[in-house]
């Protein structure tokens, strides 16, 4: 199930265009950011079905913007996807334990991406 909508906060224009331009030919519905407070921001206004974090952000990392999600009684239980170039075992060990849903290392797998995206959505759907 597509259009659901789906916020990417991502500062790198190339890997921005990438992330969107494969959910929107999939169906899905995008809003954009670069910056994790204007996601903070977004996320409450628009509550998406699901948020794509770069964890480098300019101003508060994406590991802020998820606790002030997490904070958040509107963005509580919105799942986020930590989307970063830090893949080493023990990034990937330090970004889960902050409370993300899942992990996209960079460079960016599309087909990696969109199962990961899709597999929380259904969970989140209560589908299997």
Do not use: C, W
């Amino acid at each position: 199930m597509a259009n659901e909508l789906i916020l990417i906060v991502e500062d790198n224009p190339k890997s921005l265009k990438l992330v969107r331009d494969t959910l929107q030919v999939k169906g899905y519905q995008t809003i954009e950011t670069e910056t994790g407070e204007e996601g903070v921001r977004l996320a409450h206004e628009r509550q998406p079905a699901l948020i794509l974090m770069d964890i480098q952000l300019p101003g508060i990392s994406g590991v802020e913007a998820l606790q002030r999600l997490r904070a958040d009684p509107v963005t509580h239980h919105t799942p986020v996807i930590a989307v970063t170039a830090s893949v080493m075992p023990q990034d990937r060990t330090r970004v889960m334990a902050a409370g993300f849903n899942g992990f996209q290392g960079k460079p960016i797998s599309v087909r990696e991406l969109l199962a990961t995206g899709r597999d929380i959505l259904d969970k989140r759907l209560g589908q299997p």
